[in-house]
């Protein structure tokens, strides 16, 4: 029985005395999910995982009974497990935690998306920055191999063949984008595909691939061993279980914290338990939500809010990958978000122009203000901008540069505002 | 340190098993193990060799991702996450302090060759910021009195296995 409140992914991690040791991790019920998944019928597999209401944990949401019953239904004899690891959205950190100290419950996910699919290869991509870490999860994978859940016959079931290799991503923001992914997989350069079609149609070496974040594989094992429905009463109405949550920025307690979807913000920010408070003894004054892409809330506007899928789409935000930057008083919105800005600039693959070109005007708008050199007009331009890099642009990360921006003009315009240089004379036309 | 030899950069390539989905591991391992912090042009001649792939997708690969480096590089590069998280818990201290003891401005080698310091994107570690980190290992929560005390530790050999 798991219960609200009570750690369900990071339960191991802080218990383990070696995170590779299978014997250990089926101590702590490892390797349960699976051994009940092997059991069931491969539609009620599936109908637990719907029942659940797992979001995907990368960022995107998407729930991910609906994507694996999208691979279940595809057509083709090979099918491939991708598990994204190219964590490098700034202001998460919660994968490199699992990947490190609970491998083997990513392993399990895995497994039995193999078993579910009749998949013979599976590949996690792991980013260059976690070096340490792919040595670590080599280990795990090796010892899940010596104990028979992964090679040949898996289980004792004649013909589940089922093996997973590591692939180090080498620093490219991009590659977390999950066609890019693929084509590093492929020994190419990270640079996304045109979509349709879906991955889940053509995808790894052009065959149905299913691509899911570190999280949400860990996540598979609680809820064949739990129930759908119990997994599902940990989190919320729109998004079940519970979700790991990266703490930074001018909060005390910054750090890695597991939560049930539905917990009030004011208690992450502020309870001893979470965050308690600011760090700097200045007052909080906003949040970016889930990473560099996802979007930024004033925390005087967020007293009543309940960090949960729809909690925060009320408020027009997001979880994301569940990255919560706190910054204080004393921090200019404009600022944050020309450093934003660079970041984008820096990581935008260049494959296509309204990302390459837009990110780079975007960062030098941005400059403008933050020099107090912008000029009237500035403004609309940047507005004008920031919707044709969203529109135009050919994957994730073009189309989400301006949910930081938009929100930091929605709620700061004064900033904006002081930016501009009202000495000059305004600039007629030639809005782009 | 010293360079790989042919046959340990063989070795590298095949404990990959050859395999041109592992292209990254393989060069991110060759890089890490040479003391000058690059693939040379023989390096990527005898990784395509290898992998079967030309020497242009090689050098695709090497000027794509960020890791892989086509120049010589200081013995010791320190790199500063300029992301918001880093950057706005004491991040920009970091490179004022560096440019103070270095004498150098970023992405310039000082002229003993020990030392280069640059800006990078996300290293996951916002928790722990600011940060720098020198290959794999990661210098967290940094104040100035400790970079002092880094630069000089690296000075005097502390970490060999850098």
Redesign the interface.
Known sequence: MIKRNQPVLLERVNKMRQATNVGEYQEYQGFSGLLKAIEMDKEAILDELDLAHLRGRGGAAFPLGKKWRHLYGAKGDTKYIVCNAD???????KD?VLLKHDPLSVIEGMVIAGYLFSAKAG?IYM??????IQKIFQEALDNAEKAGFLGENILGIPGFNYNI?????????VCGENSALLN???????RPRVKPPHLADVGLYLQPTLVNNVESFAGIPVILREGGQAYRDLGTEDGGGTKLI?????IKN???YEVNLGTSLQDILYSEEYGGGTSTGRPLKFI?FGG?SGPIGAVQNLEDCIYSYEGLWDKDLSIGSG?I?V?DDQ?SIVD?LV??A??FA??S?GKCTPCRLGTTRILELLTKFNNQTAVVGDLERLEKMLMHVTNLSACGLGQSVANPMKSGLAYFPEEFEAGIREAVTPVKGGLW | MSSLSLSEKEAIILANDSD??????M??AIQ?GSEEGYIDEATAQLVGDH?H?SQARVY??LS?????KTEPQAKYVLKIC????????GGTMLAEVLETILEVPADEPTPDGLFMYHS??????????PVI?IK?TVFADLTEAKVYQLIDDLQRGCYQEL
């Open positions: 964590e490098g959205e700034p202001g998460t950190f490199k590949y980013r260059g920055e976690y070096l340490g290799t590591i692939i180090s991503g080498a620093g490219a923001y590093s997989i492929e020994g190419k350069t990270g990266c703490l930074s920025g001018h910054r750090g890695l970016h560099q990255a930057v910054m921090v944050y450093q934003v660079a970041f820096h990581e693959c | 041109p989905q592992r292209i990254l591991n060069l991110i890490y992998l792939l695709e690969i794509f991702y960020a890791i892989l300029n992301s918001t998280p880093c950057l706005f818990t990078i994107p996300c290293i996951g570690a916002c928790d722990k910021g980190k794999d």
